[in-house]
Nanobody, 113 residues
Framework: QVQLVESGGGLVQAGGSLRLSCAASRSLNSMGWYRQAPGKQRELVAHFTSATSTNYADSVKGRFTISRDIAKKTVYLQMNSLKPEDTAVYYC??????????WGQGTQVSVSS
């Protein structure tokens, strides 16, 4: 079992920045972030697909950066140039080598215009 604890969400004006953090009880290669806006399906934001490879949603490329600190078992999402359409609950996600999936409780990000 893996526990994930997110932090760093909040309210910001359009064009602003936020940094999300997700502290895990253990580190896995496949870890990253999804988000879910009201009335929409949960979608991938950014994810490590291996120790060094990453995958980003087209809508956030060039604005968001995923990173991690292996020693701290923490993954980060730096979000710059935020837009109102980035408003959503952001979830930390991890997948084990056996295919088990783990989710954080979610953190709200709200971007005002």
């Amino acid at each position: 079992q893996v526990q994930l604890v997110e932090s760093g969400g909040g309210l910001v004006q359009a064009g602003g920045s936020l940094r999300l953090s997700c502290a895990a009880s253990r580190s896995l290669n496949s870890m990253g972030w999804y988000r879910q806006a009201p009335g929409k399906q949960r979608e991938l934001v950014a994810h490590f697909t291996s120790a060094t490879s990453t995958n980003y949603a087209d809508s956030v490329k060039g604005r968001f950066t995923i990173s991690r600190d292996i020693a701290k078992k923490t993954v980060y999402l730096q979000m710059n140039s935020l837009k109102p359409e980035d408003t959503a609950v952001y979830y930390c996600h991890m997948r084990s080598g056996l295919g088990n999936e783990y989710w954080g409780q979610g953190t709200q990000v709200s971007v005002s215009s």
